[in-house]
């Protein structure tokens, strides 16, 4: 069993700077890409950052020059800072992980979601 625990929402200033983290556990075999999405309420869920295999990176445009997405292959973790948040980043975000387990089913895992709130 494959388990992702996310930590580091919560309330934060416009302006202000947050860093949420994904730990994944369990039965992993191999993990081959980690990623945060968010939604926000009435919108769709959406990519916000994925880290890949060999370190590749994608932002969406939303965040590009913001937020900064990298891991910990040791730890199968993976960090998401956000800087100079806007109200507009307000979402619950989801961390989701590909994972191959030790017997060899690859599956696309999720973390139970944290809020995240931008306001004065």
């Known amino acids: 069993q494959v388990q992702l625990v996310e930590s580091g929402g919560g309330l934060v200033q416009p302006g202000g700077s947050l860093r949420l983290s994904c730990v994944a556990s369990?039965?992993?075999?191999?993990?081959?890409?980690m990623s945060w999405y968010r939604q926000a309420p009435g919108s769709q869920r959406e990519l916000v950052a994925a880290f890949g295999t060999g370190g590749t990176t994608n932002y969406a445009d939303s965040v590009k020059g913001r937020f900064t997405i990298s891991g910990d292959n040791a730890k199968n973790t993976v960090y998401l800072q956000m800087n100079s948040m806007k109200p507009e980043d307000t979402a619950v975000y989801y961390c989701?992980?590909?994972?191959?387990?030790?017997?060899?089913?690859?599956?696309?895992?999720w973390g139970q979601g944290t809020q995240v709130t931008v306001f004065s």
């Open positions: 989701n992980a590909d994972v191959t387990t030790s017997l060899g089913i690859r599956f696309y895992y």
């Open positions: 369990g039965t992993i075999f191999s993990i081959a890409a």
